[in-house]
């Protein structure tokens, strides 16, 4: 069976630092992988999207940047934390190709920037 | 690009049944997905419609009607544990992204 893991689980930086969250899939080959954000009180905002390795789509202009070194790796990372980079952030999978694009969810990261 | 509305919060009673809509504007629909999110925890998958119709899955029901571009889900015999955030979410042809409503916050009360 597949599985998605994130970490860390939670995370508290000052503004400024650098960021690094990882989230890696086991189970299932070359599959689609995302970034999303959860702001308090907003929807789900899809930040990153992959379908292979070193291929990376931006969804939306940010101080993030994404990285996918190995099939089943996607690490989100930042140079330089702004307090509204706070939130819950979720990585995903789901199969490679198809029309039934079902995403999984990994447990997420809150990151609290202060 | 989609443009997803959901209303906001509701409140219902345990052991009765509650309707949650989904509005959605799209150009090449190619299915919508509903998912259920705990307090602080992942969305985990209710339920796939991409033909008109409705889909029955225990006590949770989805509808879609594609011409009027309306979802809803219902949920029966509300129970505590059905307190959560639902979330609609559309997917669109030539790519693999779901574009995420809001979320409807369900309040389930004894």
């Known amino acids: 069976s597949q599985t998605i893991h994130q970490w860390p689980a939670t995370l508290v930086q000052p503004v400024g630092s650098p960021l690094s969250l990882e989230c890696t899939v086991e189970?299932?080959?070359?599959?689609?992988l995302y970034w999303y954000r959860q702001a308090a009180g907003r929807g789900l905002q899809l930040l990153f999207y992959?379908?292979?390795?070193?291929?990376i789509s931006s969804e939306v202009p940010q101080n993030l940047s994404a990285s996918r070194p190995q099939d089943r790796q996607f690490i989100l990372s930042s140079k330089k934390l702004l307090l509204s980079d706070s939130g819950f952030y979720l990585c995903?999978?789901?199969?490679?190709?198809?029309?039934?694009?079902?995403?999984?969810f990994g447990p997420g990261t809150r990151l609290t920037v202060l | 690009g989609q443009n997803i509305d959901q209303p906001t919060e509701m409140t219902a009673t345990e052991g009765a049944i509650v309707q949650i809509n989904c509005t959605y504007q799209?150009?090449?629909?190619?299915?919508l997905f509903w998912y259920q999110q705990h307090a602080g925890e992942a969305p985990t998958f209710l339920s796939y419609n991409v033909l008109d119709g409705l889909e029955e899955k225990g006590r949770f029901s989805s509808f879609l009607s594609r011409s009027k571009g309306y979802s809803y889900l219902l949920l029966k015999e509300l129970q505590m544990k059905d307190s959560a955030s639902y979330l609609c979410a559309v997917l669109s042809y030539g790519n693999n992204r779901l574009a995420f409503g809001k979320g409807n916050q369900v309040v389930v009360i004894p």
């Open positions: 799209t150009s090449g629909f190619n299915g």
């Open positions: 992959s379908v292979g390795i070193g291929q």
């Open positions: 189970g299932t080959s070359n599959p689609n």
């Open positions: 995903a999978w789901s199969q490679e190709g198809g029309s039934y694009n079902e995403q999984f």
